[in-house]
């Protein structure tokens, strides 16, 4: 699992295993998932996270622009 953080968009994405990503839907206007090729969710990304999420105590890779 990989966690990442985009400081400039306030975006943050959990990659839950390496997968080729067939689709992606909204949850919600601010969260979408990623789905592979059986339906199985690989990955969320949680916008407006510094809002909706604990981001100082994650242990995250912060991606610079």
Known sequence: MKIKYFPQT????IELREADII???????NTQIDLDAQGAMCGITIEHASQRTDIPNLSFEQVAA
Do not use: A, N, S
């Open 10 to 13: 306030d975006t943050l994405h």
């Open 23 to 29: 689709e992606t839907r909204d949850i919600d206007e």
